[in-house]
């Protein structure tokens, strides 16, 4: 990954600590807004989109992915599809997640929309990864068999900051340990970041090509150890707590 942490002159820095604040108060008090997710990853990417950039522009099929700019939303949204492709794959996995967590594979498209602020220039290469990464979040989770709970989503970001050091995802994972506070999810969300380091470098895989292979032999290709066994915490149970205040009608 040593390429990942070279500077590229092409891309400018970003970093707006007071939009990245506004953005973490507001994720503080609903964090099931995801918007303000994307807004605090962009506010304080730093030099991480130039890191990210390289490594695509260093991988073989990367640089393919950034010639031929293919969406994988049509894939994963067709679902009958990927319901034909063999029992135990990635694509039954990927699946199982979206149809328990009852979400859709576009459904992160608006959240983004609403998020980010139009730093990277439309139809760039950098524009491009961006989707790339935010189409390909649920296979993340499939591939790593963290759920979308709260205590979930801390732990993918955790494997995903040790994918991209992007600080923005870094303040996201320490304000979700400091927001969860239980040493029993803080060891999941360690162990997130130590499971991000020592897979592959994802972001520029190619995913398509590995949803009809079994979940076990992909994660064997890629290094990447399952999530242990975990009790889910969810937003609706912090609310029911009054740990988080309710959301205004």
């Known amino acids: 990954m040593s390429a990942l942490f070279r500077q590229d002159a092409e891309v400018p820095v970003h970093f707006d600590p007071t939009r990245a604040l506004r953005a973490m108060v507001a994720l503080t008090k609903n964090p099931d807004d995801t918007s303000q997710v994307f807004s605090i990853i962009e506010s304080l990417s730093g030099h991480a989109p130039a890191r990210m950039l390289r490594g695509f522009r260093d991988d073989a099929h990367g640089r393919r992915l950034l010639a031929e700019r293919p969406s994988i939303v049509p894939i994963l949204a067709d679902r009958d ?25 576009d459904g992160l498209v608006q959240a983004s929309e609403d998020g980010l602020s139009g730093v990277r220039a439309e139809g760039s290469d950098l524009d491009y990864i961006g989707d790339r990464m935010r189409d390909t979040h649920d296979l993340w989770h499939a591939l790593t068999g963290y759920k979308g709970d709260l205590i979930g989503e801390a732990s993918l970001l955790g494997f995903t900051l040790s994918q991209t050091a992007n600080p923005g995802i870094a303040l996201i994972v320490l304000t979700g340990i400091l927001r969860i506070r239980q040493i029993d999810a803080i060891g999941m969300i360690a162990g997130g970041i130590r499971r991000g ?29 399952p999530a242990p066994a975990y009790e889910p915490l969810r937003t609706s149970q912090l609310r029911a707590e009054g740990l988080l205040e309710p959301i205004a009608a």
């Open 81 to 105: 599809a990927l319901r034909r492709m063999p029992k135990g794959s990635l694509a039954h996995t990927y699946l199982a997640f979206v149809e328990s967590e009852g979400i859709t594979a």
């Open 197 to 225: 380091a020592r897979a592959r470098w994802l972001p520029a895989l190619d995913w398509e090509s590995l949803l009809p292979l079994p979940i076990e032999t992909v994660r064997s290709l890629l290094d990447v150890e």
